[in-house]
């Protein structure tokens, strides 16, 4: 391995004698036997791509009853397919015929088969017509690992099968890449980040024989490897810091983001943690992380648009749901189904609502968010808080504790209060015979047997009651009017509106003809927005209500400021709000003559009763009461526990209403009904549907429970045919580029044919069998001979694999989003390792959020202006930037990050000249730039020791001779010209709010940064090698 | 010296134009896929985008699209209802409403009196189209125009509804119109972007609703796609301009030391893309200069800065300035140029409201089309001014002699086309008396779509990409072109 050259130069003149053999071995791809006819392969995607429309599985477009998506369908038709009989078969007949009118598929349908295409189904009938169910429908099995190798040593399953194919093919695996390629390959793959200069030398210098595989293991264990893995399945998740919707405010997920990061590095099985992610709540006895854990379900965009429909909303959380799973899952584009039977895949629409079904139990609202998390959620501590909680519990239950003992009287002093307690004349309520009381519109009001005003006849907009009474003898201290239900009254009153309710704007007071005032009011239970308080403000627009409180009995007490009422009182119920219609239909009222602090301190009913109670009649449950109030309420030796208690539950509350909260999923004790939509349409019922899961998957089993836990173990049980093969897919795709099947979303007939099926299917056993060891998996990917291919492509690679689907080299993809911001902020030394936290706000240009948000409204919710982050929060890994969902960060999108809109496990790579301006220009990098030239220039010697280390630190290799001289000759340019400018030189050097070393040369410093500036945009430095 | 430096950029400039983008390495690993069957390198040219020719011969070949978020009301501006004022203040009949669903905001309102507009309406032009007196410049403009009057749209509330008319559907996901045809047809110039977007902030209502990025997104197509934010201020375009203490030359001599390097890494690791890269960054270079160029409106003549209305205390609220910026796109070759201007909202005052939006929109709009018109560019670009729905016609809140609020409205709203081969001079489709139902000639936002893309040269079911495993385009699976307004 040291003998193959350590530069990238070595390795090019390597590959020019390999071209000679490939020239020999691609002589053969046009002589390769021709292959026999693979009904999945060749056949099903012809029928999905052309006929399934008209012939697949949706019941309302089929046409001539002819069905060619299902085996038993399609054969038992009389004419269609005569296997062994290409010309007696009307499939192939109409596929190849030259009557316009005969032809299939028909010209209006925009599709035709090509001459090979009819040739591929001629010989497949010709062949019998072999039928074999949609691979991915099967339960993957482990093929035998190829043994003719031909390459030398150290290749693993993955490389056999690899080859096989490639020979196939006539192209050969290329040799390996060096090492300072494969150091940079893997620290980049694993942790997002480039090596050390440190770590490249450590490994180059690494005599082991094992010293790749030692590597790997190191980076396997780093903590950013749980961060680089994370960044995926936030894709997947669609994981954003705002709701999305309309006015897009913020929520914080962070915690689920931290559960994330943690389960990979702490290479939790996948099985588990898809359980915990689709179902963490529903675990027996589940854990706070687990609870955290199952937010995955509650990723997606909520809304709360004044106006917006709730049913409508709540409906669209739900699809989202299921198709996230789907995608990620599943690796099936359910949604297709939501609105009418999937054209290409046997997944009907009643498929889709079955699955609905099992996230249709959340209790959520269709509009919520507008106060930061959504319902429902879970507070977590942070470990402070949870410390300073665990201490108060604990006090607590001391404090109970010495509050339940003793449990009998031995001490005299409950006698002596009884005593007391019993003789206190208790003031009840008295109802109040009224002399007056008239309707200002005249509607009746009737008195009942109970001492109630009923009201009946006009009922107008709006109205005023006015009662009257005497009110001779001991003074009133307090008036109480009671609105009472009544069946009569729309639903069950006690407002005489149609829901119920009532408003009640104003109470006013006439004490001998003069107007008196309240000074309190207060009611059992009030509306929110509409407090007692708001009856006695002399503002007619507001007022008390009690929706949806209605049909239940309500209360209202009044004290008037002069303390005591007497003489001719007059009372006016003023409803005048603009809720028209809201007045009361049953009302009581009461006075008393016990003050309110007398009223206040009065023992509760039950006490009251069992005082009235000789010692000797009092029953087990009147001790009781007596001995628990007396306890709680009277004891002196118990009181200052009380005040500590009180004290204790205070502080519990204060800390609970700082705790940071996280959405999570929960599941209504009784399930709501589902129907499958018509059309997709939120308010069109159709059939009743119950949880299940496709028909063309294995079932759940029996005994599996009827939520989204069983629906999780259906997905990881053992002969599951998607799930690992999707999974196992998709972490491909991260490693080599491209996943074996490159519609990592798409499993069905309409996603690509694997490139390696066996070994698809090999690695997904492999997966299960591992017991879903992710890190097993990701191991043997990367210490596989083909990951550690040169990734050198020659002229015959590009033509006959331009993609590279065969893998006879390595892909060398340009560095996502992330990972540049990432790197740069890693070679400048900026970079902060803090694991998880909340999430930032780095530098942006300004106006991004606020042209775009609602003006004068926005200080009503978070997330609306963007406010820089400074210090340690400038510099953290990218992955947790604030993505605010309908402005994310310009330098992300630029660079193919999805918008977190809807899940993506696929990111587009594109090469744009607006990705270039970023990167050259925005601060973020220039700062960085700045950064790493300060470490450039403190390197000791000449400016060949400088430039070579500025090799290493950005592309982890020595430089060649003719790059020393590009970047020596512009190094030179750079710093004459700003030599003359020191000015100039400031200016750059301002940039960012990094502090500058200023013991170092302007001018210098400057040139330096220009060249960083230079390494940072070299297509080198922005793709993985 | 310093002339020295600029003759020396000059020829750069030249020099390096050569270097024309690679397709292929631009259309990205999800594109390719879905092209494969499309893809003729030497027809692309033709589009410069994924269509290898276009399937109509096209009447326009770029789009202006003047949008008005939050929902202009139809009964204010264009569609004229003498009956409506006998109506005025009477409950809306349920024969009329057809208790079909209203928003949460005025759902819970006991009662819906017809609110007519006490704004005056006259005939203009030798067509006699009826035009609100608030709109004394586009009434200058109708014989060039076309007013829609029956567009309608499912969607009741702003984000929907205004995700559904850029992107053909009401839930996120899908690309905006821009991307489409960024997609389809690409650019007429290497140095612009395709997809422009510019925002304009209204005067008539301060509490306007918020816009999103989705609305000028690329959805599920390559990110190249979607819409570039033009911005006021120094740079137009984000991170443009070289940072301070970096000047053009220094920003020439580092792509020329950095394309020096990537050349010697193209040799070594055959990979194309490096070359693609390599122009990509000539590209952003060539930017540093056309994007200023572009955006310098010291070259206008007083004349036309007067026409658009353009105010130097920037009390227009941008959109005028965006007009005129718009109008030179579209002389560049910018395909598709959206200018976004918000504060349409009218659920209270509208009265007051309407006509500050109105002063905002109404000269510049109208200046558009002459200045167009008189450069000859008019016939070529579609210009489209509307929003994503209408307006109740009866009041939300309470109705007096001087003042109203509208609610939102989707079963017909007014817009108007002009140029690019839609007729001038007609107005096209009719409203009931209540301007609430259409009577005649319905225009689904999709029929809309599929009208300007058939003026683009493009069948709008054929304009597709393969996306999880389906044939997505902008119109989904509906639209009609409506034949009755081509030209």
């Known amino acids: 391995m040291q003998g193959r050259g350590k530069v990238i130069l070595a390795e090019v003149c390597m590959r020019r004698s390999f071209i000679i053999t490939w020239l020999i071995s691609l002589a053969n791809v046009a002589t390769l036997p021709a292959q026999s006819v693979d009904f999945n392969r060749d056949i099903r995607p012809i029928f999905s791509e052309n006929c399934f429309k008209c012939h697949g599985p949706d019941d309302n477009a089929r046409k001539a009853k002819f069905r060619v998506d299902l085996k038993d369908k399609a054969l038992s038709h009389p004419h269609a397919i005569k296997p062994g009989k290409p010309g007696e078969s009307e499939l192939f007949l109409r596929v190849s015929s030259t009557e316009e009118s005969e032809l299939m598929p028909p010209a209006n349908s925009g599709k035709k088969l090509t001459s090979a295409q009819v040739d591929l189904l001629k010989r497949w009938i010709a062949e019998g017509a072999p039928w074999s169910e949609h691979w991915a429908f099967v339960s993957p099995v482990r093929s035998p690992i190829p043994t003719s190798t031909g390459n030398p040593g150290g290749s693993n399953a993955i490389d056999r099968f690899l080859l096989q194919r490639m020979k196939k093919s006539g192209l050969n695996p290329s040799p390996e890449a060096s090492r300072h390629t494969l150091i940079r390959r893997l620290t980049l793959d694993l942790t997002g980040l480039p090596p050390t200069p440190e770590e490249v030398a450590a490994f180059i210098n690494d005599a082991s024989p094992l010293a790749y595989e030692r590597l790997v293991d190191r980076l396997l264990n780093s903590p950013r490897y749980g961060e680089r893995l994370a960044l995926d399945w936030l894709d997947a998740a669609r994981f954003a810091d705002t709701h999305g919707y309309h006015i897009d405010s913020g929520r914080d997920m962070t915690r689920w983001r931290e559960y994330i990061i943690r389960a990979f590095n702490f290479n939790l099985p996948f099985d588990r943690f898809t359980i915990e992610q689709l179902a963490g709540d529903l675990l027996p006895g589940a854990t706070v992380e687990q609870q955290i854990a199952s937010g995955f379900n509650r990723n997606h965009m909520i809304n709360f648009e004044g106006g917006a429909i709730p049913a409508e909303y709540l409906n669209a959380y739900i699809v989202d749901r299921v198709n996230t799973t789907g995608t990620v899952w599943l690796g099936m584009t359910v949604g297709c189904a939501q609105c009418h039977d999937h054209k290409y895949d046997p997944f009907s629409q009643k498929d889709f609502y079955k699955l609905y079904a099992f996230f249709h139990n959340v209790p959520e609202n269709g509009l919520d968010g507008s106060k930061g998390n959504a319902m429902p959620l879970i507070r977590v501590p942070d470990q402070l808080q949870k410390g300073r909680l665990e201490l108060i519990a604990q006090e607590i239950a001391e404090i109970n504790k010495k509050l339940e003992l003793p449990s009998v009287e031995t001490s005299g002093g409950q006698l002596a209060w009884e005593a007391i307690a019993g003789k206190v004349a208790v003031d009840p309520w008295q109802t109040r015979d009224l002399q007056v009381a008239r309707s200002s519109s005249g509607a009746d009001l009737e008195k009942t047997g109970d001492g109630s005003l009923r009201v009946t006849g006009p009922n107008p907009a709006k109205e005023t009651y006015t009662l009257g009474w005497k009110q001779q003898g001991e003074a009133a201290r307090a008036v109480r009017i009671e609105f009472l239900p009544d069946p009569k009254l729309s639903a069950g009153g006690p407002g005489r509106s149609e829901n119920g309710n009532l408003v009640l704007s104003e109470v006013k007071l006439k004490v001998n003809g003069k107007p008196g005032n ?508 | ?98 208790g079909q669903r209203v928003t949460g905001m005025t759902s819970g309102q006991k009662s819906f009196p017809c609110a007519a507009p006490i704004f005056k309406f006259k005939q203009h032009g030798k067509s006699g189209a009826w035009i609100s007196e608030l709109l004394p410049h586009t009434a200058t403009i109708a014989d060039d125009i076309c007013i829609l009057k029956t567009l309608n749209t499912e969607a009741i509330n702003h984000d929907p509804a205004t995700t559904f008319l850029q992107t053909g559907s009401q839930q996120p996901g899908r690309p905006s119109f821009g991307a489409w045809l960024s997609y389809g047809i690409g650019s007429e110039n290497q140095n612009l972007p395709a997809f422009v977007v510019m925002i304009s902030q209204g005067s008539g209502n301060k509490t306007d609703q918020p816009i999103f990025s989705r609305l000028w997104g690329s959805g599920f197509l390559p990110s190249m796609h979607q819409g570039v934010r033009f911005r006021s201020g120094q740079d137009a375009v984000l991170y443009l301009s070289n940072p301070p203490g970096i000047d053009a030359l220094d920003r020439r001599e580092m792509l020329d030391a950095t394309g020096a390097l990537n050349k010697i890494s193209a040799g070594a690791f055959g990979d194309p893309e490096i070359n693609t890269r390599i122009s990509q960054y000539e590209m952003a270079f060539r930017m540093q200069t056309s994007v200023p160029e572009l955006s310098d409106l010291s070259k206008e003549s007083r004349a036309t800065i007067d026409m658009y209305g353009i105010r130097d205390d920037g009390i227009d609220g941008g959109f005028a300035r965006n007009c005129l910026l718009a109008r030179r796109m579209v002389e560049r070759g910018v395909r598709f140029v959206q200018l976004m201007h918000r504060g349409w909202d009218q659920h209270s005052s509208l009265p007051g409201q309407i006509r500050g939006q109105c002063k905002d929109v109404d000269q510049p709009a109208a200046a558009l089309v002459k200045d167009l018109k008189a450069r000859g560019l008019l016939d070529e670009t579609l210009v489209i001014w509307g929003g994503e729905f209408g307006r109740t016609v009866y009041s939300q809140g309470a109705l007096s002699a001087t003042n109203y609020g509208r609610d939102h409205h989707g079963r017909c709203f007014s817009l108007w086309v002009a140029g690019g081969g839609i007729k001038p001079g007609i107005t096209f489709g009719e409203t009931d008396d209540y301007c609430y139902n259409i009577a005649r000639d319905p225009v689904h936002v999709h029929d809309f779509n599929a009208t300007l893309m058939q003026r683009l040269g493009i069948d709008h079911e054929k304009l597709i990409y393969r996306f999880q495993g389906r044939d997505y385009r902008l119109t989904d699976v509906h639209g009609k072109v409506v034949r009755q307004i081509l030209a």
């Open chain 2, 1 to 98: 010296m310093e002339k020295v430096r600029e003759l020396d950029l000059a020829g750069w400039q030249t020099r390096r134009y050569f270097f024309s983008r690679s397709v292929q390495g631009l259309s990205g690993a999800l594109g390719s896929a879905a092209l494969a069957g499309l893809l003729d390198p030497t027809a692309q040219a033709a589009t410069g985008g994924a269509l290898p020719k276009l399937h109509f011969t096209s009447r326009a070949k770029r789009v202006i699209y003047l949008f008005m978020s939050g929902g202009p009301s139809h009964i204010d501006l264009f569609d004229y209802k003498p009956k409506l004022m006998e109506n005025n203040g009477k409950e809306l009949p349920a024969s009329v409403r057809q």
């Open chain 1, 518 to 1025: 309240w000074n309190k009011a207060t009611a059992g239970f009030s509306q929110s927005g509409f407090p007692a308080e708001h009856a006695i403000d002399n503002n007619p627009r507001t007022g008390w209500a009690i929706y949806p409180e209605v049909g239940k009995p309500h209360w209202l007490v009044l004290t008037p400021a002069a303390g005591a009422l007497s003489g001719d009182i007059q009372v006016d119920l003023v409803f005048a709000s603009i809720y028209e219609k809201h007045q009361a239909g049953r009302i009581r009222l009461s006075t008393t003559t016990s003050t309110p602090q007398q009223l206040d301190n009065q023992p509760p009913k039950l006490v009251q009763d069992a005082l009235a109670k000789p010692r000797e009649k009092r029953s087990a449950e009147d001790n009781l009461a007596l001995r628990k109030y007396y306890r709680e309420q009277i004891d002196p030796t118990v009181s200052p526990l009380q005040q500590r208690l009180g004290k204790l539950k205070q502080d519990q509350e204060g800390i609970e209403k700082t705790m940071a909260t996280a959405m999570v999923m929960q599941e209504l004790a009784a399930p709501r009904e589902t129907f499958a939509l018509v059309r997709g349409e939120y308010d069109k019922k159709g059939e009743k549907v119950f949880m299940g899961t496709p028909s063309f998957l294995p079932p759940l089993p029996e005994d599996a429970p009827k939520n989204r836990l069983g629906l999780a173990r259906w997905l990881t049980s053992q002969s599951h045919p998607l799930t690992a093969r999707v999974a196992v897919n998709r972490f491909w795709q991260t490693f080599f580029g491209i996943g074996l099947v490159k519609t990592p979303e798409d499993f069905g007939s309409q996603g690509e044919w694997p490139s390696h099926p066996e070994l698809l299917d090999w690695l997904a056993v492999e997966f299960i069998e591992s017991g879903w060891d992710v890190r097993h998996l990701v191991r043997l990917m990367l210490t596989s001979s083909t990951y550690r291919q040169s990734s050198v492509a020659s002229e015959i690679q590009l033509k006959s694999d331009p993609e590279n689907r065969l893998l006879s080299r390595m892909s060398r993809p340009r560095l996502q989003a992330e990972f540049l911001r990432d790197q740069a902020l890693a070679v400048s030394g900026l970079l902060e390792n803090e694991l998880g936290g909340k999430s930032v706000n780095p530098y942006q240009p300004p106006g991004i959020w606020e042209e775009l948000a609602s003006r004068a409204d926005g200080k009503n919710w978070t997330a609306q202006a963007y406010e820089q982050s400074h210090g340690h929060d400038l510099y953290r890994r990218t992955m947790y930037t604030f993505w605010k969902r309908t402005a994310p960060p310009p330098t992300l999108s630029a660079l193919d990050a999805p918008d977190r809109e809807t899940c993506t496990v696929r990111r587009a790579r594109t090469n744009t000249p607006l990705q270039a301006l970023i990167l050259m220009n925005d601060p973020t990098y220039v700062e960085a730039a700045r950064k790493a030239a300060e470490r450039i220039l403190a390197v000791k010697g000449d400016e060949k020791d400088k430039v070579a280390f500025a090799f290493m630190l950005f592309l982890s290799r020595p430089a060649q001779a003719k790059e020393l001289q590009v970047v020596e000759k512009f190094y030179r340019d750079r710093l004459a010209d700003y030599k003359i400018k020191p000015e100039k030189a400031l200016k750059l050097l301002s940039i960012g709010e990094a502090p500058r070393d200023e013991t170092m040369d302007v001018a210098e410093l400057a040139a330096w940064t220009m060249v960083v500036n230079m390494f940072l945009n070299l297509d080198e430095a922005l793709t993985r090698g």
